[in-house]
Each structure stands twice: as C-alpha cells, then as structure tokens.
C-alpha cells in the first residue's frame, strides 16, 4: 500500500489510514522525503490519528523522518496521535517522539503556516491554491 | 459472528505477520473486554517482541491464549523463536541498550507494558511470555 502524499501549495500532507509493516513504513518515509525535496516544500504535516498502534520501530521511523524533513528545510508537524498510543509510548521509554505534535489536521496546518511565517518564508502557498 | 478462537498460533516469517500478530493481540484483548488502553499495550507489546524475533531469528511464532475464570480473565502470548538466543539477558532487559541500532525501547520498553514479563533465552531456543489480567 502506497500512502498517498497531497500537495497544498508547497505544503505536504500524507495521512496514514492504515497500520503499516515495516517495508511499508520505510516506503513512505523515502517517499515523502524525496517530495519535500521535489517541490522543496515549506512544512509537512503527517497525519497518524488512523494509527492505534505505534511501536519503537514506528516511532523511530516517524522520528526519523521529521528529522529529514527538517534537515532539507521544512517544517513538520506531527498529527492526531492517539490517546492510547501516546500512553503506551510514553509508558515504553521516553522520547519516542521528538517531533512536535498537533491533536489534528486543522492545528497542524495552522501551525506550518505561522512557523513558516515567523522564519520569515513569505512564500507560504496553500492559499493561493484557493 | 466471526469470533477469534481462544487460542491462536500466528506463524512469524515475514513484517507481514508482526502486522497480523498485534492485530490478533488487540482483537483478542477486545473479545475479552480490556480496555483500549490495555489492548494498545498488548498489542504494541506483541509487535515488539514479533520484530525481534523476524530481526534476530529469521522466524519464530506467536501463541495467543485467552483465560478466564470466576476471578477475572487474562491473555497469555508466548513469542519464540530458534534463532542464536540472546548471549547477554541482563544487558539486553536494559534500558537503552540496543545491537540494532533501534532505540533500545524494545524488551525493557515492552516488559514495562504488560503485567507478567518471563523471558528464557539459549541458543536455539528463546522464549517470551507475556500476559496482561484483568479482575472481573
């Protein structure tokens, strides 16, 4: 399964809607890194709300990935980690998760944009689609 | 309905079995009514220990149980594999300590997430078992 990676501008948006195998996660990990440097994209927001199962291996891929991204020059947002998951994370080891998070979409997007704004990117797009 | 049975042996070859195995984890902590909390654990513990043995032993299996008596129910998942075991238990239950180059969180990270942790390791032959016990 190919997890589709939507472009807003030069904002990126991959929603994970299903639990992924490793091979998968790894896929998708070169997939978006390799738009973000396709279209040199602004901020990335990954959606994992559909994910009731995050374990180290995901977590660190996750991680990775948000460090990546931020080493080419975006920004990257974190979405919707579940409750359960955060606890169980949490209750693993510490740090699972560096990458700042949003409890959705919304506040996501919401916080690529003044991110962008405040590193003084003027070229933020995702209105300009309107 | 299509109910899990209460007992259920997942053979470990391939990334897609440590997907089907915490599915079944969670399907079977669910049938049992824990909670999804409880069944996060499981199930993230089981995907786990699943991943060690398909990185470390090539292939293994993953028994599933259900039991439930007058004072509550439980759910026992014995994960083994015939890999070359592991040389140094204590280090490896250690926090922080990985030879994978992980994040270290996996059996120390896994253990913290269950209430019964028992781990036997030679070469040939290692062994975890891990359950989770609710009271009625």
């Known amino acids: 399964m190919k997890i589709p990676i939507l472009r807003l501008g030069r904002i990126l948006l991959a929603s994970i809607q299903e639990d992924l195998t490793d091979t998968e996660a790894m896929q998708f ?23 009731d199962v ?53 506040q996501g997007l919401e916080q690529l944009k003044t ?16 | 309905m299509n109910e899990p049975a209460p007992a259920e042996r997942i053979a470990i070859r391939s990334h897609n079995d440590i997907v089907t195995a915490r599915h079944a984890a969670r399907e079977h902590s669910a049938r049992l009514g824990f909670g999804r909390a409880y069944q996060t654990r499981l199930a993230t513990a089981v995907s786990e220990l ?27 998942v014995s994960v083994e594999d015939h890999g070359p075991g592991i040389p140094d238990l204590a280090l490896a239950l250690a926090d922080g300590f990985s ?38």
């Not at chain 1, 991110?115 to 797009?125: E, K, L, M, N, T």
């Open chain 1, 29 to 51: 990990q070169s997939d978006l890194v390799n738009e973000v440097a396709e279209i040199e994209a602004l901020g990335v927001a990954v959606d994992i709300t559909a994910l």
């Open chain 1, 54 to 106: 995050v374990d180290s291996y995901m977590a660190r891929v996750i991680n990775d990935t948000a460090s990546m991204v931020r080493l080419l020059g975006a920004e990257v947002v974190i979405c919707g980690v579940q409750p359960f998951v955060a606890m169980t994370l949490i209750e693993m080891g510490r740090d699972l998760i560096g990458a700042d998070c949003t409890f959705n979409l919304d």
């Open chain 1, 115 to 130: 991110r962008i704004a405040s590193r003084g990117d003027i070229r933020f797009a995702g209105d300009e689609d309107e």
């Open chain 2, 50 to 76: 699943t991943r060690n043995v398909i990185q470390y032993a090539g292939e293994g299996s993953c028994l599933i149980e259900e039991h439930a008596d007058e004072d509550g129910c439980s759910i026992r």
């Open chain 2, 99 to 136: 030879t994978s180059g992980g994040l270290g969180a996996g059996l120390p990270g896994t253990r913290r997430l269950v209430d019964h942790f028992q781990i036997s390791s030679e070469p040939g032959l290692t062994r975890v078992v891990i359950s989770i016990r609710k009271a009625r």
